[in-house]
């Protein structure tokens, strides 16, 4: 389900922390049988780091039959897997996806008002069996809808054998990059849908890692993508971050435009040029940024009126991300408990961290689990019943501290060579709601009438002229009006 925003106003303060970025974290690669076509076309990632641990979910958009295709995770020892909710992303994608808001105007002949508060969203937008002589098998199991396998060998060649055998294609250019995380000392975790199970049962998952780790092992994310894949990348930590080694990506605001006759930007034909003009396409894109964003609301120059939060199944607006994680789950059924939004308002401005009081790999859930030290906040504080997706991402951190940023990239294959490393980039907010500077089509709000459209550059409406005509038109409208007042103000008597 989408969420909907609207305006608001607070502040959102710049805070750095510093990383461990060197260790990899889980990403999957995708490992189809040979008769099979199957094509990664993105990947949805939210990664959170902290001192203490280093969650990474993962998501795949695909063509093909999920039944048919084996998802590997390269992980570091000690990782644990889990199943994570629909909501999670749902929330943080629609929360921070680009809005573009129309230009002011209103039309000359009146001097009415004509639709200043139009806005569009603008983002863009493993089967077989298990079993090998050299192939160690650390743990099977089920999480959700999925059979599970943790893997380990020291063999070069011993991974890719076991794929082949249980009907998984590797190309010939994915094997030594299998081979290369074997010799760094990775794990693996193979994934597979349950028999019986289908496409509308694929969910994120979420590796645990302990540890504060910010690099992501690109190199396997190649196996199974096409030409190019869509990455979207939330990082959840004490600080905003940017990936090393990759251009800055950066939309050109003053070309913004505005449709009026769509209601919609040429926003996303603006931020497909700005990712491809970078070295082949090796960029990222920053188009959010905020500190506090999660448990407090946020401001923006363009959202004048506040930005808000529903769902399409409630009617309720809420100004905070957490509060609308909550109601998502809530929509989607992921839970019950309708009393986590307000403990989430009573932490926002919290200093203390965030701890959990179970033992690794343990959900928070379980009844093994303990209590926090003095002066930490219990994660289970955190979780709405089973939906404890925000819970896991901010133990170990404090949560008036951290930042949510969203990253987004279009990479080819050839960028899929290294992999990604994030650090602590320059620490200032970057706002997802933005107002057009150029008008098309402004016409359609006022007929014949000529309609006045504030901005920086030309307006290109139908045959009306530049935005200085506009201007003249505007003072001459205005000065028309003064001189009726000062004539009206002189015949008034004494």
């Known amino acids: ?129 298990f079993g090998n002589d050299q192939v160690t098998v650390l743990h099977r199991g089920t999480v959700g809808p999925y059979e599970t396998v943790t893997l380990t060998t020291d063999t070069p060649g011993a991974l890719n054998t076991w794929l082949e055998r249980n009907g998984f294609g590797v190309d010939e250019s994915t094997q030594p990059v299998i081979d290369a995380y074997v010799e760094e000392q990775f794990d693996f975790i193979a994934l597979k849908l349950q028999p019986g199970k289908d496409v ?72 497909e040029k700005a990712l491809a003009a970078h070295d082949g396409g090796r960029a990222f894109l920053t188009p959010y940024a905020q500190q506090g964003s999660l448990f407090s609301p946020v401001s923006s120059s363009a959202a004048p009126f506040g930005v808000q939060y529903t769902t399409s199944g409630s009617t309720t607006p809420v100004d905070t991300i957490a509060a609308a994680f909550a109601q998502q789950g809530l929509a989607n059924g992921e839970t019950q408990d309708t009393e986590c939004a307000v403990r989430f308002a009573e932490i926002a401005t919290e200093s203390r961290a965030v701890a959990s009081p179970c033992p690794a790999g343990v959900l928070l859930s379980d009844p093994s689990c303990g209590e926090v030290a003095s002066g930490q906040i219990d994660a289970r504080e955190l979780a709405c019943g089973p939906l404890d997706d925000l819970a896991v991402a901010m133990i170990g951190l404090h949560p008036k501290d951290v930042w949510l940023t969203r990253l987004e990239a279009n990479l080819p294959r050839a960028a899929l060579d290294t992999d990604l490393v994030l650090s602590p980039a320059k620490q200032e907010r970057v706002d997802n709601w933005m107002r057009a500077r150029l008008s098309v089509h402004a016409e359609v709000l006022c007929g014949a009438a000529l309609p006045l459209v504030d901005g920086d550059r030309a307006s290109r409406t139908r045959g009306q002229g530049t935005l200085v005509g506009m201007t003249l038109g505007a003072l001459a409208l205005a000065a028309a009006i003064a001189r009726r007042g000062a004539r009206r103000f002189a015949s008034r008597p004494a």
Request: net charge negative; aromatic share 6%; proline share 7%.
């Open 1 to 129: 389900m989408k969420l909907r925003l609207l305006a608001l106003l607070t502040l959102a303060v710049p805070a750095a922390t510093l990383l461990s970025p060197r260790e990899a974290l889980a990403c999957g690669g995708c490992f189809a049988p040979p008769t099979e076509t199957t094509v990664v076309n993105a990947h949805r990632m939210v990664l959170s780091v902290s001192p203490v641990q280093s969650v990474l979910w993962d998501q795949i958009q695909y063509s093909g039959d999920p039944r048919e295709f084996a998802w590997v995770l390269p992980v570091k020892p000690g990782a644990t897997i889990e199943v994570g909710s629909d909501a999670w992303f749902e929330t943080l994608d629609a929360a921070t996806s680009v809005r573009i808001t129309a230009p002011n105007s209103f039309c000359a002949s009146s001097g009415g008002g004509c639709g200043t508060l139009a806005s569009a969203d603008s983002a863009g937008g493993v089967a077989g069996g």
């Open 200 to 271: 509308k049962e694929m969910k994120p998952v979420r590796v645990v890692m302990p540890g504060g780790s910010a690099t992501l092992p690109l190199r396997m994310v190649a196996a199974g993508t096409g030409a190019n894949v869509a990455i979207t990348l939330f990082t959840i930590s004490e600080a905003r971050l940017a990936p090393e080694g990759f251009a800055a990506a950066a939309v050109p605001v003053d070309l913004l435009a505005w449709d009026f006759a769509s209601q919609d930007s040429n926003y996303g034909e603006l931020r």
